[in-house]
DNA sequence: AGAGAAATTGACTGCTTGGTCAACTTCTTT
DNA sequence: AAAGAAGTTGACCAAGCAGTCAATTTCTCT
């Protein structure tokens, strides 16, 4: 019986092991190719040297560009969701929206093309997304909009409007994935590297937490920022 | 003479008077198209449609679709600088970053499509901006760059990474235009409202001036915030 | 009014696109 | 080792693409 199980469990690791492996490289490949053209200006022979592959190999594992790009997309939007995870109730807001910016920080450079294919998708419509967007996230950032409202009527940060402060947060830490080709040009640096985004981690921070009316970590040269209007 | 002159005149403003009047209208309606679809996702017949034209037509006036493009982005790209006009070092800080901050929220309202062709333009690598980038605009934040350190040497704002605070600003206020699919999700409405506008634009003043250590003008219940760190 | 320039447009074309398919090879299981 | 399942691939196709062109209408100026 025993020999018989682990027969068994042997056979389930072993199929479709090639399978899963070529799902998962054509998907990171396909991020890559879509990140630089969109879904509409990438082409599926570009998708297929992306991958190293036969265009006709791609179909058989995805039948159509439209799900090979929903299978990109799907892989990106839990990365999304599960940053927020730091802000809950408990946290001291700094703490917590400190730890929200730098984890959305960290993604923007550790995954840019991630980034920039969700950009690509909501900028023109979100047409394979709507479903994410007015549920899944609109769930989320109502739970989480609650914890900040939370925090406001303690008195533990300033009274700012929580879904426009999300907004902003999004904005200010996507943008260095998204944007990357403007701030190279500005900056005249052919990459952005650590230095780029630590200046913009910090500068991040700093507005978020002087906007809160929260003392920035790197500046606690005393008591706390009485900016509570 | 004086009346060769004006019958002169007369003949120049006649013309072209249809062919400046048919640039424009295919121009406008075509931002909106490829602010919906990106340029390779909006095709010629696509903006035919859009400007109530045939496509042979469009042809004749652009010659080809990446002219047609380009057209649409250069009459996009003189907003883009002009909004930085406030920022002189004559001004108060608070000031003339609030006028510079309202002004592109007023664009990013009045002008969704523009932003988001630019958007787009950026997103998949600039290939029709690079000059732009490189030249104009980055000269264009130098100088805006050096009149943000003049106010920090002369201690009338705190010491903020002036490039990365353009950066900040303009994710901000642009994402009211390019992710507006987002945030309607996000708030369960079918379009950004005056409310939504105010609500935004009071958050992005409040996160950039309190971030600077400037006071924001709606709540000056007294002194100065100390937030000079 | 008339002649030449400017503007309009339906029909067309060569090419690229996403997608199919049948022949073939390589794995997996017994 | 053998047979069936899973994976691979070059050749192919219909549809849609940007762009052309010649015939026609409309405009402009004298």
Redesign the interface.
């Given at each position: 019986m025993p020999g018989k199980q682990a027969v068994a469990a042997e056979e389930t690791a072993n199929a479709g092991r090639i399978r899963r492996g070529q799902l998962l490289h054509i998907v990171e490949s396909a991020e890559r190719a879509f990140a630089?053209?969109?879904?509409?200006?990438t082409t599926m022979t570009r998708l297929a040297e992306a991958a190293g592959l036969p265009k006709a190999n791609l179909h058989y594992y995805f039948g159509t560009k439209e799900k090979l790009y929903r299978a990109v997309l799907e892989n990106i939007l839990t990365l999304w969701l599960d940053d927020m995870a730091p802000i809950v109730p408990e946290r001291a807001p700094a703490e917590a929206l400190g730890a929200y910016i730098r984890a959305k920080m960290g993604h923007s450079r550790a995954r840019p093309h991630a980034s920039?294919v969700f950009?690509?998708e909501?900028?023109?419509?979100?047409p394979h997304l709507?479903g994410f967007?007015?549920h899944e996230?609109?769930r989320r950032?109502t739970e989480k909009t609650r914890v900040i409202e939370h925090w406001i009527a303690r008195g533990r940060m300033a009274k700012?409007?929580p879904?426009?402060?999300?907004?902003?947060i999004?904005?200010?830490t996507?943008?260095?994935a998204?944007?990357d080709?403007?701030?190279r040009?500005?900056?005249?640096c052919t990459a952005l590297g650590a230095a780029e985004y630590e200046?913009?981690e910090?500068?991040?921070l700093?507005?978020?937490l002087?906007?809160c009316?929260l003392e920035?970590e790197d500046?606690n040269?005393g008591e706390q920022?009485?900016?509570r209007?």
């Open positions: 630089e053209a969109g879904f509409a200006g920039k950009a690509s909501i900028l023109h419509g979100a709507r967007l007015t996230l609109r950032v700012v409007d879904v426009h402060l999300f907004f902003a999004w904005a200010m996507q943008t260095y998204d944007f080709v403007q701030m040009a500005v900056l005249g200046a913009g910090e500068t991040v700093r507005l978020v002087h906007g009316g920035t500046t040269e920022c009485p900016c209007s």
